[in-house]
């Protein structure tokens, strides 16, 4: 047989004609499910990766676009330069759950201060004070690997070193395979620290690099939450649950109620609304009402 489902188990004051009482009670706070579920895939999908990069010639600003434009708008920020917010720097990187960071190599061979950008102004004295732990990173960076092939692209390694000892997460390290250097202050292990492009002399591969890493940085999690340092102190997503045991025991609550006051001599009357489907049962005494709707068994997909 079908069975009850409860609409409403509110009691309600009625005249001597009973009148449509419309009265919805809100579920449990532990069904209550969806909204926050809608608001934790929010913030998943709508996490933002900041962009930043230093350029001398515009080669690396080039690549940032390409990084940005493949993420996406609704993901990623326009390329910002980071000579325009080396002041704010701070703030502009708390503006990200995740942050993409690309440099040239200028200064070859450099110990230290390798890119020749604003980057080298604020390495060791504004981002030291930084406390950006936890926070995803990648970096990428750009050279010449046939006129500096003992040191292409050094000054990516600097920048991944940088933000390495704040205690940031790093992602989107990559395979040396195919490119054309000897050596590099970019490799950690076996890998570059992170992309690594080459305008100079493989300019057509840069685009196929770009997508690719894309793909693995959203596949390490770039995209997934805040940053590391964010999750100690943020409520966990709530678990999405069944309801169909709970709207189930509720019916047979709700039966069980019908079937007390009735025996009571204060029996429910029903009032069928046909086009509805929804029954009103009113007391005996007009003091009290419940809602009721004849369906089929329901079934909730979790």
């Known amino acids: 047989s079908s069975s009850l489902l409860l609409l409403s188990a509110a009691a309600c004051l009625m005249s001597s004609v009973p009148e449509l009482c419309v009265a919805f009670s809100p579920l449990p706070s532990n069904l209550q499910t969806s909204s926050s579920s809608a608001s934790a895939a929010t913030a998943l999908f709508g996490s933002k990766v900041g962009i930043f990069y230093g350029t001398s010639t515009g080669s690396t600003e080039e690549v940032a676009y390409l990084i940005s434009e493949e993420f996406g708008s609704d993901v990623a920020s326009e390329p910002i330069e980071i000579d325009a917010v080396a002041d704010t720097v701070a703030s502009e990187f708390a503006k990200y759950d995740a942050l993409v960071v690309g440099t040239p190599t200028w200064n070859t061979g450099a110990d230290m201060e390798r890119s020749g950008t604003g980057w080298d102004e604020i390495y060791y004295s504004t981002m030291e004070e ?38 940031c997460q790093m992602l989107g390290y990559t395979s040396q395979e195919g490119y054309l250097h000897e050596a590099s202050k970019s490799i950690r292990g076996d890998k570059f620290c992170g992309l690594l492009c080459d305008n100079v002399n493989q300019e057509e591969e840069t685009n196929g690099r770009v997508e690719k890493w894309i793909d693995q940085l959203i596949g390490e999690g770039i995209l997934e939450g805040g940053s590391a340092g964010d999750s100690a102190s943020s409520e966990p997503a709530p678990a999405v649950v069944d309801v169909t045991a709970e709207l189930e025991e509720n019916s047979i609550l709700m039966e069980e109620s019908i079937a007390a006051h009735s025996s009571a001599g204060d029996g429910f009357e029903p009032h069928y609304n046909p086009r509805s489907g929804v029954t009103m049962w009113t007391s005996g005494d007009g003091k009290t009402c419940y809602y009721t709707k004849e369906t089929t068994k329901m079934s909730v997909s979790p």
């Open 130 to 167: 930084l406390n950006i732990s936890g926070k995803k990173v990648a970096v990428f960076g750009l050279g010449d690997s046939v006129s500096y092939g003992e040191n292409y692209a050094d000054a990516a390694g600097e920048l991944h070193d940088v933000f390495e000892n704040l205690g």
